[in-house]
T-cell receptor
Framework: NAGVTQTPKFQVLKTGQSMTLQCAQD?????MSWYRQDPGMGLRLIHY???????DQGEVPNGYNVSRSTTEDFPLRLLSAAPSQTSVYFC????????????FGNGTRLTVT | KNEVEQSPQNLTAQEGEFITINCSYS?????LHWLQQHPGGGIVSLFM???GKKKHGRLIATINIQEKHSSLHITASHPRDSAVYIC??????????????FGKGTHLIIQP
């Protein structure tokens, strides 16, 4: 039982490049979310999904796209990377939206130069 | 807008001390989470509670709904407890993009 698998662990991009952060969970959780963590700030919600085919924006969605074609996978796409997107990104999943324990991936440290 | 305030921001203590980390929030909630983030970066869920008290090993979490306050206690602290402890709340209204609101975390260092 792998839990939440998030890749890559580290990534360096140049401004304007695109990339996809992968997130997969094997717990059959309906709710999945992407957060970014910046120094001096709490985790902030980028996008979330309450089930396959359903996604919605969080607090800081600009510059990011998501899709949820299966229950297991919830990739996060950076369309045109900007230095402001330098951050640590976490994927999380749970049975319910904030009403059951969260399971986090190990994080992706992204640097945009 | 709901605010989640944690105190203290930083705490250094000696091994064996009793540790208390506090979390206050400003609106009604349906659940409160305590998370632990180790220096390596991974985040682990410690507790989820909506009332009363929960205990797991040396960790105890309490919540007072009327006072909008929760505490995380660590008994007989150990250097391996050194981590960032994060409080997060789910709003009572639920739905929308307000799954969870996070505090900024308490950075705990336990010295041997």
């Amino acid at each position: 039982n792998a839990g939440v698998t998030q890749t890559p662990k580290f990534q360096v991009l140049k401004t304007g490049q695109s990339m996809t952060l992968q997130c997969a969970q094997d717990m059959n959780h309906e709710y999945m979310s992407w957060y970014r963590q910046d120094p001096g700030m709490g985790l902030r919600l980028i996008h979330y999904s309450v089930g396959a085919g359903i996604t919605d924006q969080g607090e800081v969605p600009n510059g990011y796209n998501v899709s949820r074609s299966t229950t297991e996978d919830f990739p996060l796409r950076l369309l045109s990377a900007a230095p402001s997107q330098t951050s640590v990104y976490f994927c999380a999943s749970s049975y319910g939206q904030g009403s059951s324990p969260l399971h986090f991936g190990n994080g992706t440290r992204l640097t945009v130069t | 807008k709901n605010e989640v305030e944690q105190s203290p921001q930083n705490l250094t203590a000696q091994e064996g001390e009793f540790i208390t980390i506090n979390c206050s929030y400003s609106v009604g909630i349906s659940a409160l989470h305590w998370l632990q983030q180790h220096p390596g970066g991974g985040i682990v869920s410690l507790f989820m509670l909506s009332s009363g008290k929960k205990k797991h090993g040396r960790l105890i979490a309490t919540i007072n709904i009327q006072e909008k306050h929760s505490s995380l206690h660590i008994t007989a602290s150990h250097p391996r407890d050194s981590a960032v402890y994060i409080c997060a709340v789910r709003l009572e209204s639920g739905g929308g993009a307000d799954g969870l609101t996070f505090g900024k975390g308490t950075h705990l260092i336990i010295q041997p």
